[in-house]
């Protein structure tokens, strides 16, 4: 079945570091990719999405580029602020028969201190 | 622009209790989607309804109930709940049920069974 796998977290990082959130996935289709982001006591939020292979999404500072070759969309942020600390989640939806459904990966938590 | 709005925020009810999770939706979007989110394990499909009059089973099912009112409202009841069930409960909504169609969460609902 359709999975997507995260890296291990939590990741910690200083104020202005670079990130990079690993995430691969395995799926029956072609998927579009999803990047969500959940702020603490909140619903999750899309931050940015791409639909085919080689596509770029990005949404404030935060890029990821669809790897069909090595199934993978990594998140990636020049300098990260305070207040990107959160939970990301990588997400992925093909059609057929899991029309329009998101599986998602676990998680990964991200604290930035100052 | 309240998007997705869930009812109640919390919840704690015994071992055997029922209840209903409300879900109501404002962007006249077609497809609506119960998930769990547990520690460790992401977010889980519950159930969806790809568009109104019709509901579907996702991954975790069992011990759940869903209804699709009309276009903007989609509640979840649990009908005997046991302490597995305590988790934080998302809707979500859709444009429509394709692949390429981000979701909009609501809040939460963080239920603890006793």
């Known amino acids: 079945g359709d999975s997507v796998t995260q890296m291990e977290g939590p990741v910690t990082l200083s104020e202005e570091a670079f990130l990079t959130i690993n995430c691969t996935y395995t799926?029956?289709?072609?998927?579009?990719l999803f990047w969500y982001v959940q702020y603490p006591g909140e619903g999750l939020q899309l931050l940015l999405k791409?639909?085919?292979?080689?596509d770029k999404g990005s949404n404030k500072g935060f890029e990821a580029t669809y790897r069909k070759e090595t199934t993978s969309f990594h998140l990636e942020k020049g300098s990260v602020q305070v207040s990107d600390s959160a939970v990301y989640f990588c997400?992925?939806?093909?059609?057929?028969?899991?029309?329009?459904?998101?599986?998602f990966g676990q998680g990964t938590i991200l604290t930035v201190h100052p | 622009n309240a998007g997705v709005t869930q009812t109640p925020k919390f919840q704690v009810l015994k071992t055997g209790q029922s209840m209903t999770l409300q879900c109501a939706q404002d962007?006249?979007?077609?497809?609506m989607y119960w998930y769990r989110q547990d520690p460790g394990m992401g977010l889980r499909l519950i159930y969806y309804?790809?568009?109104?009059?019709?509901?579907d089973k996702g991954e975790v099912p069992n011990g759940y109930n869903v209804s699709r009112l009309n276009k903007r409202e989609f509640s979840l009841r649990l009908e005997s709940a046991a302490p597995s069930q305590t988790s934080v409960y998302f809707c979500?909504?859709?444009?429509?049920?394709?692949?390429?169609?981000?979701?909009?969460f609501g809040s939460g609902t963080r239920l603890t069974v006793v």
């Open positions: 979500a909504s859709s444009e429509d049920p394709g692949p390429h169609y981000g979701y909009t």
């Open positions: 791409a639909t085919k292979a080689d």
């Open positions: 309804s790809a568009s109104e009059g019709t509901t």
């Open positions: 962007m006249n979007h077609n497809s």
């Open positions: 799926a029956t289709g072609y998927p579009s």
């Open positions: 997400a992925l939806s093909v059609g057929g028969t899991s029309y329009g459904k998101l599986t």
